[in-house]
């Protein structure tokens, strides 16, 4: 544990730092239940307690001991968390904008839930006493997409059965008006059952919204190795669910390339192009197709213009290279 306050509210203590953002700090945190620590020290205490004199025995000594591992085995299996906590900020207009994404990234969290989404555990509805705000999010062990990269590299089939229900999830969050704008290897986590886990909210924009807007006009949103070339240069005064369509069609070629991202939309040029990488496989030819219609230079472009279209896309790609495996197959035989 840090030498900073370890607890926080709700009953969140904090175990050690997982990383850091521009935005905030994440910790690794374990949810205490105080009700049951507050017993166990009133039963030691009513174990202690006819136990004035020296010579305590070897019974209230096992009592006592018995007592205390069945406590420390509940904190070994209480939940994990990861709680991110937003940065200070220099000046007052700087803090107000953090706290409305804080108030966004939480909202979208709350308000759409899919098994493929990161899920909101908890978090404080005001500043605490120290004037911070926080939340927490399940917590996967296995880490981030990026940690994985070998594990799809040449694999179409693995990697567009793993992608589809992200994909789907990212659907979900457009039909309830919320554009994502930061996907990418690093904010995609691995489930203990293989499953692809969207998380980081931070720059999620809510379409049609009421509130200011966060993103400066001029300010540019994402990763600048994953967003789409548009959004350097367009005024965002109203991103469009296209924006995450390319991020994800991105990730799909990292997922089967296993190389550092290619610049803009340059996916099918020199080493970068996947029928080069692999010219062995007949698959790579449609993949490339598929790319060209999401992957471009401009979001009118762009052939699917929503997660649930480019979900439709993924799976008539899945069944085309299906029975173009069935085909290859029975001409073998």
Known sequence: MSNRETWWDGGWCEIRELGKGGQGV???ARKVDFAKLCGSIGKVAEL???YSGPGAGSSLERDIAKHVLARFQDLAEAPLGALKVLLPR???????KAHDRWKRETEALRTIQHPNLIKLLDS???HNRDGKC?????YHRNGSLDKHRGRFTGNVRATLEAILPLVDAVAKLHKGKYIHRDIKPQN???ADDGQLVLGDFGLVYPVNSDSSRVTGTNESVGSGDW????ADRERWESPRPVFDVFTLAKVIWWMISGRRPFPHHYYDRGDDDLAGQFPNNSAMAAVNTFLGECIV???ESCDHQNARALWNRIAELQREISKETEGSSSQTA
Do not use: G, K
């Open 134 to 138: 926080w939340f927490v999010m399940e």
């Open 297 to 299: 230079d401009r979001p």
């Open 188 to 190: 995609i986590f691995v």
């Open 48 to 50: 202690l307690r006819p």
């Open 124 to 126: 404080n509805q005001n």
């Open 26 to 28: 994440v910790l690794l």
């Open 90 to 96: 220099d000046t007052d207009a700087e803090a107000q």
């Open 227 to 230: 967003m789409p070339p548009w």
